[in-house]
């Protein structure tokens, strides 16, 4: 249910402007692990051979290799594209930073992905807004943090995913209650949507 609603509202947001002709875009996936995130834009309407996943992990491509084999898969560090300036419309960015705790390497892959996004292109964003009490392995990304690291992008951001400690007790209930604690603002763990680059805006 977390999955659905999160595509619930990053469908809707890209199926409107000015993320438009979603089959025309050239998307890469970065932190792509199994390659579970392309196959949902794929399914939205991405051509899989304008697409292309990345991630740190061999392991990991292989896997969306398998997955999806009409995708381009490639090992590489998302602070050291190697892609040209401008080249991608859609960057998806789904819990990458929040597995990022220095500061500095946050500010390294923003920069990366700043540069590699074409004027009028966005980021596609999905990443945690409170910090987790149980795992001191992650740390959110604000929308203050998100405005430091992408200037010369325009948020259209929104709450989104029941707090995960709190769904993962809802049992047999799941279908009816998810939705009902879902629809409360401060229970919602995460933001979702999409980072609009300017199209005079610098990387």
Not at 40 to 60: I, Y
Request: contains cysteine; glycine residues 10%.
């Amino acid at each position: 249910m977390m999955i659905e609603e999160r595509w619930r509202v990053l469908g809707g947001l890209l199926r409107s402007p000015p993320a438009t002709a979603l089959a025309r875009c050239r998307v890469l996936d970065l932190g792509t692990g199994g390659g579970g995130e392309l196959e949902h834009l794929v399914g939205l309407g991405a051509d899989p051979r304008n697409c292309c996943g990345v991630d740190l992990l061999p392991e990991r491509v292989d896997e969306a290799r398998r997955r999806l084999p009409g995708i381009e898969f490639r090992v590489g560090d998302a602070g050291s594209l190697d892609f040209p300036d401008r080249c991608f419309d859609l960057v998806l960015i789904s819990t990458v930073l929040s597995s990022v705790l220095d500061p500095a390497t946050r500010v390294r892959i923003a920069a990366e992905v700043s540069r590699i996004v074409a004027g009028g292109g966005a980021i596609v964003w999905y990443d945690m807004r409170h910090r987790s009490p149980w795992n001191r392995k992650v740390r959110p990304v604000s929308r203050a943090e998100i405005r430091r690291l992408f200037p010369g992008f325009r948020p259209r951001l929104r709450t989104t995913t029941l707090l995960p400690p709190l769904a993962r007790r809802l049992g047999p209930a799941t279908p009816v209650l998810y939705r009902l604690l879902a629809a409360l603002p401060p229970l919602r763990s995460h933001l979702a949507g999409l980072l609009v680059k300017e199209p005079k805006a610098p990387g």
